[in-house]
């Protein structure tokens, strides 16, 4: 079975502070790693992926094999990262669907 | 282009009642997608098609059904609905097969409340 933990419901921090949100994962072979976010009034959409390894709007995610963990990463917060973010996986085959955490809201302050 | 579009976007049934959504991916895109959104939780997979047949199917009863047509737009059904069958549906469509590898792009949803 695959699974995703966003530990987090919600994070606040100050515009120009460090954002980490944290997802772990549960999956028995080698899994794709995503983060969607949602901004307010807006759809759900692909923020990045780990197979493109990627940086977009700033943010990084690095896939930790060992400790099965894709925690989403920006040095300094913008207003405009205020949304909802979630973590997903996708397996291979059979298990080729997405997998979704149940999202963390991202509110900077000003 | 106007994305993926969903209809209806709001609707009210009573329990037993059965319902049919709808979706229309982006032009060229051949995979749909359905998902469930129960408010709190992050999306649940539902379905996947790709060149009308089912490529996928999530831990859903058999109550649900969907379909995909030739012009790849796509209906989901829920029959003999439920009270906690009350959610977001959203619908998503890529370019390829809908592997879970690929960009998935996303309706703005329907929602569903059951009274």
């Known amino acids: 079975a695959q699974r995703v933990t966003q530990p987090e419901k919600l994070l606040s921090v100050f515009k120009g502070a460090p954002v980490e949100l944290k997802c772990n994962y549960s999956y028995s072979g080698s899994p794709e790693l995503f983060w969607y976010v949602q901004y307010s009034r807006q759809r759900l959409q692909l923020l990045l992926r780990h197979i493109s390894r990627e940086s977009i709007k700033g943010f990084t995610a690095d896939l930790n094999k060992g400790e099965t963990s894709f925690h989403l990463k920006k040095p300094f917060a913008q207003e405009e990262d205020s949304a909802m973010y979630y973590c997903?996986?996708?397996?291979?085959?059979?298990?080729?669907?997405?997998?979704f955490g149940k999202g963390i809201t991202l509110s900077v302050r000003p | 282009d106007a994305g993926v579009t969903q209809s209806p976007t709001h609707l009210i049934k009573t329990r037993g009642q059965q319902v049919t959504l709808r979706c229309s991916p982006i032009?060229?895109?051949?995979?749909v997608s359905w998902y469930q959104q129960v408010l709190g939780q992050g999306p649940q997979f539902i379905f996947q098609?790709?060149?009308?047949?089912e490529r996928g199917r999530g831990n859903f009863p058999d109550r649900f059904s969907a379909r995909q047509f030739p012009n790849y737009s796509s209906e989901l059904n829920v029959n003999a609905l439920l009270l906690g069958d009350s959610a977001l549906y959203l619908c998503a469509s890529s370019w390829g097969t809908g592997s879970g590898y690929e960009k998935l792009f996303f309706g703005s949803g329907t929602q569903l409340s059951v009274l």
């Open positions: 032009s060229g895109h051949k995979s």
């Open positions: 997903a996986l996708s397996g291979t085959g059979a298990n080729s669907k997405l997998t």
């Open positions: 098609y790709y060149e009308k047949e």
